[in-house]
């Protein structure tokens, strides 16, 4: 599909201006930021951010970035979905008819009745998605109204932290492993490893904190493939590792520390459990512990650096200095990003992770950082708190197996991660996608997902209710047209980081025939007779401030009323950190009075649970290195040599805004590729290529540059998927090339472990 251009917004006004704040609607960036929208005759004349006063570590400013600030260009887009669509052509021909909402609500009504006395709850389905990310908005509507209706399949982990939220509970029991952010003022050296809060937001203010660390004295490693904006703005050093190879550079980091006698061996013997063998559970003394693997005891192969090099193109010299500077610091955060974690063995990389900050003894240590996913301690956020009430179901599948549930749900059992009954009789029968892009565009493997939801034998009916004709509202029997989180009544919190709460009150009226999510999901409840149920006898606004109230007398006493933030036009109430939180502090002070929610009480470097998978290839109970399913060191690379990674991108979060011409502008897409890789192709820079796998093909301009490693090449992630009369990919989806394997103990998704080749347009035709 053709992306056009954003409508021509007039630069002339007539009426009085007026400047409102709001929270961004941040559609799940990675953080929450205030923006001061001013609106002019009905329309917005430009963005700005948060004007408070002072800039201070306890309690900075939610400065947005290039995508909240060019949401006028969103907003007033020419392409806003403006009434119900019914499918009259194939699916997927792009052929709709304009309907009433009341035929609309009654399609969804009906299909809902007939999908749960056919088949049952549980073959309807509402995807992961975040279009729409706030405490009204996206799809927790949907979710409550199924749950009042009997349930439906739901959806456990998440496209983002499937193997980092999983992996990190089996080292400490919990998510909540991370100080609060102002404590890395207190650290002495930081590893960014893998990790780009500039480009993907990781918490609001994350480039802050960092700045004023290494002001404070702080050396900064980043260790990734790419030269990203955050090695350039906030490192000291950029180290370029092989993609899929981290495990191997920290076992070998590990083998530094304990052949040289470094590493903390006081913390290891009192807070550890599987390190060596006078560690391992009773019913394990005769299996491989941590320090056997780094060691080579059983396999022979000691970690040592030279064996990482050769592996990870990591010099071993800088393996050594890093091992060293790491362990010798006074305290030292190693900070885990997420794209490594969406890989083949994903859950190996965070377990490892976290296990080189337990032997250098930072955990529960001030200036230190346990790793993994390291939820905050303390405040953390208020996850999707309008009630979605409790699923009668109790059905449960990995949200990145949706399309297996399709494909072939009466097989899916424990093993591919079905979880509350013991099988799916008929598998996924309907989709709700509430702004949701994920179902294709953002799903593995665009060409095989295709295929499977244009069967309209095995998915019988799919709705889409989104603010614009996405690629996956291409393939709807159904499109519903939502409004924007301007033009309704929304509250965020700090995601996952952040002590604030940003107030969104309605700047505009719902244009055309929209409505918001939650009255989309009303109107439907009123079809199937559960309107007061749902609805409690309120709307947008009245929800929010009774959460309002309920925020205020469980953790925010001094949290304006709905009045207040009205009248005031403050926009955020935040509260500051004058003394940050340190996760596991307790645990590290006294151990036996306060264990961890692990089954030994102890941090588990040896897993049990992992162990009796009974999948020592793929689930190894201590982390090790395991060889990609597709690698350069497979016999895939003879026909396919370049790794392919998917990073986050500036100008989008995921494929929202991708339609949005300012950002395509400054950042357009294009394919990322090394000099030295691009002169074995005879490739020139801004040349169109072709990217090609088994699984597709993408055609885009290649921007050649040193900043990323060679073998390596990045086409940002969330382009939307536009193909050719010849079904090649002009519009530069990296899902056209990915996979839908996921990984083997947290069923995630594997999408960044991808190999390809690389050549001019041309060559072949």
Not at 158 to 177: E, K, P
Not at 311 to 329: F, G, L, M, S
Not at 704 to 712: D, S
Request: glycine share 8%; net charge neutral; proline share 6%.
């Amino acid at each position: 599909m053709a992306i056009r251009p954003t409508l021509e917004i007039s630069n002339t006004y007539t009426g009085e201006e007026k400047m409102i704040r709001t929270g961004c609607p941040s559609h799940n960036c990675g953080g929450r930021c205030l923006l001061r929208v001013h609106v002019r005759d009905g329309l917005i004349t430009r963005i700005e951010t948060d004007d408070r006063p002072g800039d201070t570590v306890a309690d900075p400013q939610l400065r947005a970035c290039i995508r909240g600030r060019s949401y006028r260009h969103r907003q007033h887009h020419e392409d806003r979905l403006k009434y119900p669509l019914k499918r009259v052509g194939e699916r997927g021909s792009g052929k709709f008819e304009r309907i009433s909402w009341d035929e609309a609500t009654d399609l969804v009504a009906a299909n809902i009745k007939r999908i749960k006395e056919r088949y049952g709850n549980t073959s309807i389905f509402i995807p992961y998605g975040t279009g729409s990310y706030n405490q009204t908005g996206g799809r927790w509507s949907a979710e409550r109204l199924m749950n009042l209706y009997g349930g439906s399949l739901e959806y456990y982990n998440s496209y983002s932290w499937a193997c980092i939220s999983r992996a990190t509970a089996t080292v400490y029991g919990t998510d909540v492993c991370g100080n609060q952010r102002q404590d890395w003022l207190n650290s002495k050296y930081i590893i960014m490893w893998g990790w780009n809060p500039s480009e993907m937001r990781d918490g609001t203010n994350s480039e802050y904190f960092l700045k004023e660390a290494r002001k404070k004295g702080a050396k900064v490693i980043c260790i990734d493939p790419r030269m990203t904006m955050s090695a350039v703005s906030l490192a000291d050093e950029w180290i370029a590792i092989r993609p899929g190879t981290d495990v191997a550079m920290m076992s070998a980091m590990a083998y530094v520390m304990i052949s040289e006698g470094l590493y903390d061996r006081e913390f290891v013997d009192r807070y550890c459990m599987g390190f060596d063998k006078s560690q391992m559970p009773q019913a394990y003394q005769n299996e491989e512990s941590y320090r056997d693997y780094i060691l080579g005891t059983r396999d022979k192969q000691p970690k040592t650096p030279e064996w990482a090099e050769n592996i990870t193109t990591v010099p071993k010299q800088d393996i050594i200095r890093i091992a060293r500077e790491y362990v010798t610091a006074e305290s030292a955060v190693l900070y885990q990003g997420y794209g490594m974690q969406r890989r083949a063995y994903g859950e190996q990389v965070v377990r490892a992770g976290c296990v080189l900050a337990a032997i250098t003894g930072n955990v529960g240590k001030s200036g230190g950082w346990a790793s993994g996913i390291a939820l905050q301690a303390g405040g953390g956020p208020l996850w999707n708190v309008l009630p979605v009430l409790e699923n009668p179901t109790g059905a449960k599948i990995p949200s990145f197996l949706w399309s297996e549930a399709v494909l072939r749900g009466p097989e899916l059992t424990k093993k591919e991660g079905l979880v509350g009954v013991d099988s799916l009789p008929h598998g996924i029968k309907m989709i709700w996608a509430v702004a949701s892009n994920a179902i294709v565009n953002q799903h593995a493997n665009i060409n095989r997902t295709i295929e499977i939801i244009k069967d309209t034998s095995r998915l019988e009916f799919f709705a889409v209710q989104d603010n614009f004709m996405t690629v996956t509202a291409q393939f709807a029997d159904l499109v519903l047209p939502a409004c924007t989180q301007f033009e309704t009544w929304g509250m965020e919190d700090g995601w996952k980081y952040g002590e604030e709460l940003i107030f969104q009150p309605k700047i505009f009226d719902t244009p055309w025939e929209t409505k918001s999510d939650y009255a989309i999901c009303a109107a439907v409840a009123e079809k199937l007779g559960i309107r007061e149920e749902f609805s409690e006898g309120r709307d947008e606004k009245q929800w929010i401030s009774a959460l309002l109230d309920e925020y205020r007398e469980h953790r925010f006493p001094n949290l304006p009323s709905m009045q207040e933030f009205e009248e005031s036009n403050i926009g955020v109430y935040s509260r500051p950190v004058d003394e940050p939180k340190v996760a596991f502090k307790k645990f590290r002070k006294n151990p036996d009075e306060n264990p961890l929610p692990t089954a030994s009480g102890k941090i588990e470097i040896f897993c049990e649970e992992m162990f009796n998978r009974n999948l020592p290839d793929e689930v190894p109970a201590i982390p090790k290195y395991i060889q990609e399913w597709e690698s350069p060191f497979g016999k895939e690379s003879e026909q396919y040599p370049l790794q392919v990674i998917g990073t986050h991108f500036m100008p989008r979060v995921h494929s929202t805004f991708a339609n949005v011409d300012w950002n395509r502008e400054a950042f357009p897409q294009r394919v990322f590729i090394n000099p030295l890789d691009a002169q074995a192709r005879g490739l020139k820079n801004g040349q169109k290529v072709k990217i090609f796998n088994d699984r597709g093909t993408v055609i885009l301009p290649c921007r050649i540059t040193r900043r990323i490693l060679p073998g390596v090449i990045n086409i940002p992630q969330g382009a939307w998927w536009n193909p050719d009369k010849d079904g090649n990919d002009i519009g530069g989806s990296v899902n056209t090339l990915t996979s839908e394997r996921w990984s083997p103990f947290a069923f995630g998704n594997t999408q960044h472990t991808i190999m390809a080749e690389v050549e001019p347009l041309g060559r072949h035709q």
